[in-house]
Each structure stands twice: as C-alpha cells, then as structure tokens.
Nanobody, 120 residues
Framework: QVQLVESGGGLVQSGGSLRLSCAASGNIFRINRMDWYRQAPGKERELVAGFTSDGSTNYADFVKGRFTISRDNAETTVYLQMNSLKPEDTAVYYC??????????????WGQGTQVTVSS
C-alpha cells in the first residue's frame, strides 16, 4: 500500500507565500514522477508542477516564476514553494505520484489534498 500525505496549506494574503509538502511512503520500489495538481471550485483539476525520476521539472505557465518544485535527497518528499500568491491560486492542491511497487506494479496514487486560500 502507498500513501501520499500532504501538508502546508492554509490561508494567506495576496502576495504572500506558502510551502506545501508531500511525503510518499509504503510499498515503493521506485517513484517515476511526482506532481502537484490543483482544483478550484467548479473547475477541473489541473497540473501545477511536476518532477520526473531523472530530475527534470515542468511548470504550468500560470505559475512560472512564482512557484518552485523541489524534493529531498531520498526523492520521496516533494515540496512546492509558492510565492507571490494570487487569489486565483485558491484551490485544493493535490499530490500525485506514478510509481513502481515492490511487487513491480505500476500504481497511480493521489494524496488527500490540502486547501490553499489566498485572500485579496
């Protein structure tokens, strides 16, 4: 069984910063990629930023220059540093991982989500 546990959401004023964390644990052999998605009320879930196993990153255009994704040395925890937050960044932020389990099964796993609210 695989778990993704997110933390770090909250309420912040426009222009402020938050740092989200997502820790993966469980029956993991290799993590292929870990991404951050978000879903605002009435909207579809969208990719915010991602990390592949080779260390490359990608960002949605709407966060470039403001958000930074990083990970720990064990590559099981990813962080999302969010600066210059805007009210339109308000959403539930989800961590996603595509990984290979110890029994060599490819699994997609989602965290429970963490609320980020940016007030104007």
């Amino acid at each position: 069984q695989v778990q993704l546990v997110e933390s770090g959401g909250g309420l912040v004023q426009s222009g402020g910063s938050l740092r989200l964390s997502c820790a993966a644990s469980g029956n993991i052999f290799r993590i292929n990629r870990m991404d951050w998605y978000r879903q605002a009320p009435g909207k579809e879930r969208e990719l915010v930023a991602g990390f592949t196993s080779d260390g490359s990153t990608n960002y949605a255009d709407f966060v470039k220059g403001r958000f930074t994704i990083s990970r720990d040395n064990a590559e099981t925890t990813v962080y999302l540093q969010m600066n210059s937050l805007k009210p339109e960044d308000t959403a539930v932020y989800y961590c996603f991982a595509n990984l290979l389990t110890m029994s060599l099964r490819h699994v997609d796993s989602w965290g429970q989500g963490t609320q980020v609210t940016v007030s104007s």
